[in-house]
């Protein structure tokens, strides 16, 4: 999201060495405001920025939807595993007690009493070695038990921490729903209230239906199979609306798009622009190849698929569906090659 209409010389790939240092320093500003950013004052200026902030809130909602999701994960595992535990522990309780009861049956009489009184003492006394053996084996079946039984309470504690987790992480999901929703009604609310000329003009440098006036890319060759899978992924997704906090096939935000197209190549890329910065080498934009993730803004809050020649893929924000777009169309935070 943010301002999209600072483009760049087209032929990327072909060495406009002038025009790639310009973007380095840009990006080496990391955090400025588009060049072309209104006064705060006008609207379309701020339609951007509310945009913008959606955008960072959108990412803060993936991350929090992706630990809740791995977190439900953990604690199903969790409550699998006690509930196998306990069954453990019942029968173990129920072997020791047939074993007690036994004792208890056989252990009537005083042992030297026993013997005098039976009738074949060769026979009494194999039993009585045979109670001594169940003697150790019980013991050492109530030392299994109290093991279990420590174990249990460890994985209930264990357990009872991760749904205290889980809770949170539901309710940072809501808080960021929340702040998503509200700017992106804003944004809404301040596109509504502008003249037709201002929207027409917005919406002018704002479209693109990623499928018309599409950019040249002739002569672009995809460094190797994954990055060539990626990116035909990506390309089948133009004109796929963005969507908030989703990741395909039918909607995507950013990130989102990023990593089903890589899902496709077999990579599998983290859920946030924040977290994808990071999932792999980072180079210098001058020496940025097909299928590399440029990534924008000083807060990494935006990122987009290199294609060659100047452009990227990407999703842009609510009602700009997955399109191309220059390269330098915000400040350049950084480079990563999966």
Same mark, same amino acid.
């Given at each position: 999201?943010?301002?999209?209409?600072? @483009?760049?010389?087209?032929?990327?790939?072909?060495?406009?060495?002038?025009? $790639?240092?310009?973007?380095?320093?840009?990006?080496?500003?990391?955090?400025?405001?588009?060049?072309?950013?209104?006064?705060?004052?006008?609207?379309?200026?701020?339609?951007?920025?509310?945009?913008?902030?959606?955008?960072?809130?959108?990412?803060?909602?993936?991350?929090?939807?992706?630990?809740?999701?791995?977190?439900?994960?953990?604690?199903?595992?969790?409550?699998?595993?006690?509930?196998?535990?306990?069954?453990?522990?019942?029968?173990?309780?129920?072997?020791?007690?047939?074993?007690?009861?036994?004792?208890?049956?056989?252990?009537?009489?005083?042992?030297?009493?026993?013997?005098?009184?039976?009738?074949?003492?060769?026979?009494?006394?194999?039993?009585?070695?045979?109670? /001594?053996?169940?003697?150790?084996?019980?013991?050492?079946?109530?030392?299994?038990?109290?093991?279990?039984?420590?174990?249990?309470?460890?994985?209930?504690?264990?357990?009872?921490?991760?749904?205290?987790?889980?809770?949170?992480?539901?309710?940072?999901?809501?808080?960021?729903?929340?702040?998503?929703?509200?700017?992106?009604?804003?944004?809404?609310?301040?596109?509504?209230?502008?003249?037709?000329?201002?929207?027409?003009?917005?919406?002018?440098?704002?479209?693109?239906?990623?499928?018309?006036?599409?950019?040249? $890319?002739?002569?672009?060759?995809?460094? /190797?199979?994954?990055?060539?899978?990626?990116?035909?992924?990506?390309?089948?997704?133009?004109?796929?609306?963005?969507?908030?906090?989703?990741?395909?096939?039918?909607?995507? /935000?950013?990130?989102?798009?990023?990593?089903?197209?890589?899902?496709?190549?077999?990579?599998?890329?983290?859920?946030?622009?924040?977290?994808?910065?990071?999932?792999?080498?980072?180079? @210098?934009?001058?020496?940025?190849?097909?299928?590399?993730?440029?990534?924008?803004?000083?807060?990494?809050?935006?990122?987009?698929?290199?294609?060659?020649?100047?452009?990227?893929?990407?999703?842009?924000?609510?009602?700009? @569906?997955?399109?191309?777009?220059?390269?330098?169309?915000?400040?350049?935070?950084?480079?990563?090659? @999966?």
């Amino acid at each position: 999201m943010g301002s999209h209409r600072r @483009p760049v010389p087209s032929g990327f790939d072909r060495g406009a060495g002038a025009a $790639l240092c310009v973007l380095s320093a840009a990006a080496a500003a990391l955090g400025a405001v588009p060049a072309n950013a209104a006064p705060h004052g006008d609207s379309r200026a701020e339609v951007d920025r509310l945009y913008q902030q959606a955008e960072e809130a959108t990412q803060a909602y993936d991350k929090a939807d992706e630990r809740a999701v791995a977190l439900r994960r953990e604690v199903n595992d969790a409550q699998d595993l006690i509930a196998r535990q306990q069954q453990r522990i019942n029968t173990m309780r129920e072997a020791l007690g047939s074993l007690a009861g036994a004792q208890y049956r056989s252990g009537g009489l005083d042992p030297t009493v026993a013997l005098l009184f039976s009738d074949d003492p060769e026979d009494y006394l194999a039993k009585a070695s045979l109670l /001594d053996r169940i003697d150790v084996r019980r013991a050492g079946q109530l030392r299994e038990l109290q093991a279990a039984l420590r174990e249990l309470a460890q994985e209930r504690s264990e357990a009872a921490g991760k749904l205290a987790e889980l809770e949170r992480s539901r309710e940072a999901v809501a808080t960021h729903k929340v702040t998503v929703e509200r700017k992106l009604a804003a944004a809404q609310h301040l596109l509504d209230t502008m003249s037709a000329a201002d929207r027409a003009a917005f919406e002018h440098a704002s479209r693109g239906d990623g499928r018309d006036d599409l950019p040249d $890319l002739s002569g672009v060759v995809p460094p /190797d199979g994954r990055a060539a899978v990626a990116i035909a992924a990506a390309r089948a997704a133009l004109g796929k609306p963005y969507v908030w906090g989703a990741s395909g096939p039918s909607g995507f /935000d950013c990130s989102g798009l990023m990593q089903w197209a890589y899902a496709h190549a077999g990579i599998h890329l983290p859920r946030t622009s924040q977290e994808q910065r990071y999932a792999g080498h980072q180079v @210098p934009l001058s020496q940025a190849r097909p299928g590399d993730l440029v990534v924008y803004r000083s807060d990494a809050s935006h990122v987009a698929m290199y294609v060659g020649h100047g452009q990227v893929i990407h999703a842009p924000y609510p009602g700009a @569906p997955v399109r191309y777009d220059p390269v330098g169309m915000m400040p350049v935070s950084s480079v990563t090659r @999966p």
